[in-house]
C-alpha cells in the first residue's frame, strides 16, 4: 500500500533559524496536503499542493511538491514560538481518495 | 458558522465492550472521513463516505464500520473493544472527496 515517509522526525530550532520537513510518497501523488497540529489539539490544514513543481508560500512557510509528484516540502524561515507542533503531510493517490498521513515532523522551538 | 463536531470528547471503555462515535460535518459538506490517531504517530485512515456512501477503507479488522446519515453526519462503531483500540479518534469533513479536510477535536477512547 501507499507510505508517505517524513523526515525528519524531530526538529528542534533556535528562535529565528530557518529549517526544512521532508515528506516522500512510494507513490505518484495527485496531491497532497500539509497540516499542523499543535499539542493536545487536531490537524488543521495549512495547504493542499496539485501541480507538478508547485511552490506555494504563506508568510514564512514555503511548501514545494515535486517534480514527479511524490515528494514535498516545507520550509519555515525565521522560526518563532507559534511555530512548535506537529507538522504533517497527507497524499491522495490518483486512483483513491484515501488521504495518507505521514508520522510528521515534531517542532520545538528554542528561544 | 460551527466547525466538525465530535462527541463525546472522551470516553472510558472496557475490553470487549461496543463504542459509538458520532461526528457532525460542517454544514455543506458532503464527504466524512474518520481516523485514528495514535500518540507519536499520524492520523490513519479508516473509513470515508461520500454521499452516503462508503468510498474508502483502510486496513481496519471488520470490528470497525460507520455510516453516514441523510444529514451527512457520521458514526464510527467499533465492537469488541481491544486494549490497542485506545486512541484519538478524529473525524473530519470536506466538501468533496480530494479537497482539504476540516478536522474535529476528537474523541479520546481509552480502553481499560
Known amino acids: 500500500g501507499q507510505q508517505v515517509m517524513q523526515i525528519p522526525q524531530y526538529q528542534h530550532v533556535q528562535e529565528g533559524e530557518d529549517f526544512t520537513t521532508y515528506c516522500n510518497s512510494s507513490?505518484?501523488?495527485?496531491?497532497i496536503q500539509w497540516y499542523k497540529q499543535r499539542p493536545g489539539g487536531h490537524p488543521v490544514f495549512l495547504i493542499q499542493?496539485?501541480?507538478?513543481?508547485e511552490v506555494k508560500k504563506q508568510k514564512r512557510l514555503t511548501f514545494q511538491f515535486g517534480e514527479a509528484k511524490k515528494n514535498s516540502s516545507l520550509h519555515i524561515t525565521a522560526t518563532q514560538t507559534t511555530d512548535v507542533g506537529t507538522y504533517f503531510c497527507?497524499?491522495?493517490?490518483?486512483?483513491?481518495?484515501?488521504?495518507?498521513f505521514g508520522a510528521g515532523t515534531t517542532v520545538t522551538v528554542r528561544a | 458558522d460551527a466547525g466538525v463536531t465530535q462527541s463525546p470528547t472522551h470516553l472510558i471503555k472496557t475490553r470487549g465492550q461496543h463504542v459509538t462515535l458520532r461526528c457532525s460535518p460542517i454544514?455543506?459538506?458532503?464527504?466524512v472521513s474518520w481516523y485514528q490517531q495514535v500518540l507519536g504517530q499520524g492520523p490513519q485512515f479508516i473509513f470515508q463516505?461520500?454521499?452516503?456512501?462508503?468510498?474508502g477503507r483502510g486496513n481496519f479488522p471488520d470490528r470497525f464500520s460507520a455510516r453516514q446519515f441523510p444529514n451527512y453526519s457520521s458514526e464510527l462503531n467499533v465492537n469488541a473493544l481491544l486494549l490497542g483500540d485506545s486512541a484519538l479518534y478524529l473525524c473530519a469533513s470536506s466538501l468533496d472527496m480530494n479537497t482539504e479536510a476540516f478536522f474535529g477535536q476528537g474523541t479520546r477512547l481509552t480502553v481499560v
Open positions: 454544514s455543506g459538506h458532503k464527504s
Open positions: 499542493l496539485v501541480k507538478s513543481g
Open positions: 463516505y461520500y454521499e452516503k456512501e462508503e468510498r
Open positions: 507513490t505518484t501523488l495527485s496531491n
Open positions: 497527507a497524499g491522495i493517490r490518483s486512483n483513491d481518495y484515501k488521504l495518507s
